[in-house]
């Protein structure tokens, strides 16, 4: 099945809507804005059944796009688990823990060269988090070992409610700095080595948790 924005917005949409009425009795993170920029990544990435999809607490249109069944991934969310969706079957593994992910994901691609299994590891992560210093760590040690991983760097300047450059005190990122990237297309930039990408996004519609109209706890 062929995933297109208009279907990724209904998705949410939906989710919304459930959450609104008190269907969701757990925190829900959604996406929107985001659309053009995962579809295109996945597009051009080739992104397929061998490959691992890891990511945080922000993951529906992750997972859709790996081709987790929507089905199965509304079943989940109602559950409660949308901060945590992990679908082994698909190989789609996500935390809620703030660089929960990155260690596994990592281990996940060590595994991946040390048996010479097909597969490569894409690993989205958030702003803040790429400011972390397992962040930093995972991606030096991918770099030097040339590990068949990707880290993507979403940003959307938001840390929960804090404003991920004044937290810092830096009003550049780490890897927002043009001199750490080798070519900048379309606003993305892609990182020398050819581990990281970075870009930027914008909420149009849902805060950065929940779905407006209802207090989560």
């Known amino acids: 099945m062929t995933v297109t924005k208009e279907y990724l917005i209904e998705f949410e949409n939906d989710?919304?809507?459930?959450f609104n009425n008190a269907q969701i009795k757990a925190p829900v993170h959604l996406s929107d804005g985001n659309e053009d920029n995962l579809i295109k990544f996945f597009s051009d990435w080739e992104i397929g059944e061998s490959d691992w999809v890891l990511g945080s607490w922000r993951s529906h249109y992750h997972c859709l796009l790996k081709g987790v069944p929507p089905q199965l991934l509304k079943a989940a969310i109602l559950q409660g688990r949308s901060i945590s969706l992990c679908f082994e079957k698909y190989k789609v593994l996500c935390s809620g823990i703030v660089?929960?992910?990155?260690?596994i994901a990592l281990g996940i691609a060590v595994d991946i060269k040390r048996e010479n299994i097909p597969g490569r590891v894409f690993c989205f992560i958030g702003d803040m988090t790429s400011e972390t210093g397992v962040a930093h760590e995972a991606i030096k040690y991918a770099v030097n070992y040339?590990?068949?991983?990707?880290?993507?760097?979403?940003d959307n300047?938001?840390?929960?409610?804090?404003?991920?450059?004044?937290t810092w005190g830096n009003p550049v990122l780490f890897y927002e700095s043009a001199s750490r990237f080798s070519s900048i297309n379309?606003?993305?930039r892609v990182c020398a080595e050819g581990k990281v990408t970075y870009y930027k996004y914008t909420f149009a519609k849902y805060p950065h948790a929940g779905a407006g109209q209802r207090v989560q706890f």
């Open 157 to 166: 300047g938001k840390s929960v409610c804090t404003d991920t450059r004044e």
């Open 99 to 103: 660089g929960g992910c990155i260690p």
């Open 15 to 18: 989710i919304a809507k459930e």
């Open 186 to 188: 379309s606003g993305n």
């Open 146 to 154: 040339d590990l068949p991983i990707h880290f993507i760097i979403e």
